[in-house]
């Protein structure tokens, strides 16, 4: 869990090899993914797969407040099937 004061993010739009999945509870902000940027609020969901740039900035005038999980699935896993 995370809690961001208005204005700020975690870091800028970034890529790693794990999934992620983000859910916003309160505040308003946007999410980029992929190049697309989009509007995000209360019950807002994020997905992106591995190596794909994202990341989350707080445009709202209170603290936006989200949850967060990351992953690498088993088939990007060597020696996994």
């Known amino acids: 869990m995370a809690s961001l004061a208005p204005g700020a993010s ?3 739009p970034h890529r790693h090899p794990e999934e992620e999945f983000l859910i916003v509870s309160d505040g308003n902000g ?3 993914c992929d190049g697309k940027v ?3 609020g209360p019950g807002a969901i994020m997905y992106c797969a591995g190596n794909t740039l ?3 900035t707080n445009t709202g005038q209170t603290p936006l407040t989200f949850y967060w999980s990351k992953w ?3 088939s990007h896993m060597p020696g996994v099937s």
């Open 10 to 12: 975690p870091n800028p």
């Open 30 to 32: 946007e999410i980029e």
């Open 38 to 40: 989009v509007e995000a």
């Open 54 to 56: 994202h990341g989350i």
């Open 72 to 74: 690498i699935a088993k």
